[in-house]
């Protein structure tokens, strides 16, 4: 079946870089995202790959994608305390609806 | 600006009691989803509607109901909540089933 698989928790200290890894299991995602749900709120589209890409840069964020071993992850540079938060990998399946992992929390210390 | 609203923030209900939570949106999208997040899992889907056509998913619960009476409103009804329905949830929308989600807020929903 359709399963997006991320580590729980990462701990940084401000100013470094971080680093969310995340697996997904439908090799026919034509794209992939990652959300930001900070404290009582709702989620955030931070980025997303399209499947053809290796990389995507945007401002501090990449998104790096491994297609042969279906893995993504999302880079952080100069983490900012105002990046704690819970990040949420997502693959779109088959019915076209968003599927999440459970989310990697993000502690920044300072 | 355009957005998705949901109503309450907060919501708490008795164990029982019905209980309905409300999405809008201004984005005049075509699907609207209705997601269960529970502490520290995965958002699950629980359905959307694509305009009035209504999608369940296989395992969400016969307690749990939604309407759309219009482009713009969702509703999600709990009609028995129990205690395991204790959850955030989310509406989403977007403009086609292949296009990019818009979240709302969310209701965090507390049942005594």
Known sequence: GEDVEQSLFLSVREGDSSVINCTYTDSSSTYLYWYKQEPGAGLQLLTYIFSNMDMKQD?????LLNKKDKHLSLRIADTQT???AIYFCAERGSQGNLIFGKGTKLSVKP | DAMVIQNP?????????PVTLSCSQTLNHN???WYQQ???QAPK???HYYDKDFNNEADTPDNFQSRRPNTSFCFLDIRSPGLGDAAMYLCATSRGTGDGYTFGSGTRLTVV
């Not at chain 1, 401002?59 to 998104?63: A, I, N, S």
């Not at chain 2, 923030?9 to 009691?17: D, E, L, M, N």
């Open chain 1, 59 to 63: 401002q501090r964020l990449t998104v």
């Open chain 1, 82 to 84: 105002g990046d704690s």
């Open chain 2, 38 to 40: 529970k502490s520290s």
């Open chain 2, 45 to 47: 889907l629980l359905f």
């Open chain 2, 31 to 33: 699907v609207m989803y």
């Open chain 2, 9 to 17: 923030r907060y919501q708490v209900t008795q164990f029982g009691k």
